[in-house]
């Protein structure tokens, strides 16, 4: 076999067709489309893997790993590599072309310690660091508002700034009050 045999030509077969078949002009020859897709295998039957599900591997194995307490899980590079089934020179190209994975080595040498996180695990970590930040201090000024106002006497002002730090216990932003001009002020 050559490899130069590409099947009849449409005319070829028409002509043909014109010839020996019985009205064969009226018949239409069409070979569909001319293209040759090849279709990817499942992974289990190839015997590399593509970058992305690579990637995807990588991602799977840090987010079942993470802790809660921080963003990264602490593994070296051949850990990482035995634990997801991959070769160093493989995951070093992910990590070239990763846009969803994020490293951070401390230290030097022998003694160095490898993060490794996402940038989704990431995130979801500075926000929840964000609202713990938010609820501590919100508790620490309602605190501080408490000691404040056990001291207070009851004059005209009082009911107005109860109103005012209610709100603010309760709510996640106080109410607009109209702020009174101290006689002398412009």
């Known amino acids: 076999y050559s490899g130069k045999y590409s ?12 010839l020996h078949v ?7 020859v069409s070979f569909g489309s001319r293209a040759w897709y090849k279709f990817k295998k499942e992974r289990e039957d190839r015997t590399r893997s593509h970058y992305d599900e690579w990637e995807e591997d990588i991602i799977r194995y840090i987010t079942a790993e ?24 493989t995951l070093n190209e992910v990590l070239k072309r990763s846009k969803q994975l994020v490293k951070t080595v401390t230290g ?10 996402t940038v989704k ?7 929840e660091l964000v609202n713990s930040a938010k609820a501590t201090y919100r508790q ?3 605190q501080v508002v408490k000691d404040w106002t056990e001291e ?35």
């Open 140 to 142: 620490q000024l309602i």
């Open 66 to 89: 993470k802790a809660s307490s921080e963003p990264f899980i602490w593994r070296t590079q051949k850990e990482l590599c035995e634990a997801v089934g991959m070769a160093q020179s």
């Open 152 to 186: 207070l006497e009851v004059v005209a002002g009082y009911e107005s700034l109860m109103i005012y730090l209610e709100a603010l216990y309760f709510k996640e932003s106080p109410p607009t009050t109209h702020v009174h001009r101290i006689r002398g002020s412009s």
């Open 121 to 127: 695990l990431f995130i979801q970590y500075a926000m």
């Open 7 to 18: 099947g009849p030509s449409k005319e070829y077969v028409e002509a043909i067709l014109a």
């Open 22 to 28: 019985k009205n064969g002009t009226e018949y239409t």
């Open 108 to 117: 030097k040498g022998r003694g160095a310690k490898t993060g490794w996180t």
